[in-house]
């Protein structure tokens, strides 16, 4: 049984600031790379951000990246995403995601094609 679940997301105006995390259970999540997803309404998923097993690798979308951090706490089974700066096209589902293959594959690319289980997500409404 393996379960990944979402929280932190909700309303912010532009160039406010959440945190959100990823709760694993059925799983040590200190073996697998964790990424996160965000996926507007009638829109495709794209990558936000990945991180290594370890935590001591990070790969960001361009769109995110110098506002957006992840993190994790293996101890805690929790992966975390800090979104600062926020913008409206910051909005949409945002999902995190198991891949079970190497950093470098699950990674590289943050492709959702190179993730294998996946949370039921958290709204992220940026809105003033």
């Known amino acids: 049984q393996l379960q990944l679940v979402e929280s932190g997301g909700g309303l912010v105006q532009p160039g406010g600031s959440l945190r959100l995390s990823c709760e694993a259970s059925g799983l040590t999540l200190d073996y697998y790379a964790i990424g996160w997803f965000r996926q507007a309404p009638g829109k495709e998923r794209e990558g936000v951000s990945c991180?290594?097993?370890?935590?001591?690798?990070?790969n960001y979308a361009d769109s995110v990246k110098g506002r957006f951090t992840i993190s994790r706490d293996n101890a805690k089974n929790t992966v975390y995403l800090q979104m600062n700066s926020l913008k409206p096209d910051d909005t949409g589902v945002y999902y995190c995601?198991?891949?079970?293959?190497?950093?470098?594959?699950?990674?590289?690319?943050?492709?959702?094609?190179?993730?294998?289980?996946w949370g039921k997500g958290t709204l992220v409404t940026v809105s003033s």
């Open positions: 995601a198991v891949g079970l293959g190497s950093y470098y594959y699950v990674c590289s690319n943050i492709r959702p094609q190179g993730m294998d289980h």
């Open positions: 991180i290594s097993s370890s935590g001591g690798r990070t």
